[in-house]
Every structure is written in C-alpha cells, then in structure tokens.
Nanobody
Framework: QVQLVESGGGLVQAGGSLRLSCAAS????????MAWYRQAPGKQRELVAG???????DYADSVKARFTISRDNARRTVSLQMNSLKPEDTAVYFC?????????????WGQGTQVTVSS
C-alpha cells in the first residue's frame, strides 16, 4: 500500500512563503500525475497544482505565478513552493498520486497538512 506523508504546513503572515513536501513510501516514477489539492472549511476539495511524469505542470488560476510544483523521482518526493501567500490560501493541503488505468485510475491520498495565512 502506498503511503503519502505531507509536511511543511503551518501559520504564516500574508505575503509570506511556505514549502510543502510529500514523501512517498514507494517509487513515484510509476505515478502518471502527482498533485496538490486543498480544502478550505465548508468548501470542496480543489486542485492546486499537478505535475506529470514528463515534468509538465498545471496550476489553478488562483495560484499561478505564486506557487511552483516539482517532483523528485529519485527522492520520491513532490514539493509545493508557495510564495506571496494570501488569507484565501488557508486550507488543508493534500498530496495526491495517480496511476492512470484503462477503466478506473488508481489514486492515493495523504492525510493533509494545515496551512493558515493570517492577514
């Protein structure tokens, strides 16, 4: 069973930075996509950023130019550098790994790490 463990969350003032890391218990090379999602109180979980095996990335419009996602296959980690943080970035951030299958994709989730941005 694949385990994903997030770290790096915390409390930061608006305009500050945080770096989230997600460590996998197995090689991440086989995952077609690794991503970060977030869920704020009373809201649905949303995609923040994703990185494919070939290194191409996608970002939510709300975080473009502020957040950077990267994956290190050798270290089995995926990171999210968050700059210019805003109070609306406050949420629990979840690491996600996906193996694309012909019928149903295989998905794995971490337990989440809290990010709180004070105004």
């Amino acid at each position: 069973q694949v385990q994903l463990v997030e770290s790096g969350g915390g409390l930061v003032q608006a305009g500050g930075s945080l770096r989230l890391s997600c460590a996998a218990s197995t090689s991440i090379f086989s995952f077609d996509v690794m991503a970060w999602y977030r869920q704020a109180p009373g809201k649905q979980r949303e995609l923040v950023a994703g990185v494919r095996r070939d290194g191409s990335t996608d970002y939510a419009d709300s975080v473009k130019a502020r957040f950077t996602i990267s994956r290190d296959n050798a270290r089995r980690t995926v990171s999210l550098q968050m700059n210019s943080l805003k109070p609306e970035d406050t949420a629990v951030y979840f690491c996600n790994a996906v193996q694309v299958r012909s019928i149903v994709d295989q998905k794995y989730w971490g337990q989440g790490t809290q990010v709180t941005v004070s105004s």
